[in-house]
């Protein structure tokens, strides 16, 4: 029995990591990544600028999650970006997705290549 339940919360977690990765290519990758014109620091270097002032995972996730809810030049991490690419668009994505998103962001580094999803 407690097998069965460990390969459940096995599979619960890896139906939630996949969901998060699609949510981050789905909605960041296209100006974030390596891909095409470059309109916003890519993900490696905004990740970075997160987590000097935020190590722990949920300072992180919250943070960045609540800045992309409502991209503000004030609370900014990377305040030079701004003066480069001009302060990212409202993007209309629920707090709820923001965090998915941004839980991936924390967990993974492969920002900018697209293999199988």
Request: glycine share 4%; hydrophobic share 45%; charged share 25%.
């Amino acid at each position: 029995m407690k097998k069965i339940i460990f390969l459940f919360l096995l599979f619960v977690a890896t139906i939630s990591a996949n969901e998060n990765r699609l949510l981050f290519y789905g909605n960041c990758i296209a100006c974030h990544g390596e891909l095409g014109k470059k309109v916003a620091p890519h993900l490696s270097e905004v990740k970075g600028y997160y987590l000097l002032k935020y190590p722990k995972k949920e300072e992180f996730v919250s943070n960045m999650a609540e800045w992309i809810f409502a991209p503000n030049e004030e609370n900014a991490q990377h305040k030079e970006a701004i003066k480069k690419y001009k302060l990212m668009p409202y993007l209309s994505i629920d707090l709820d997705t923001l965090i998915k998103i941004a839980t991936y962001i924390y967990e993974n580094n492969d920002f900018g290549v697209i293999d199988s999803l």
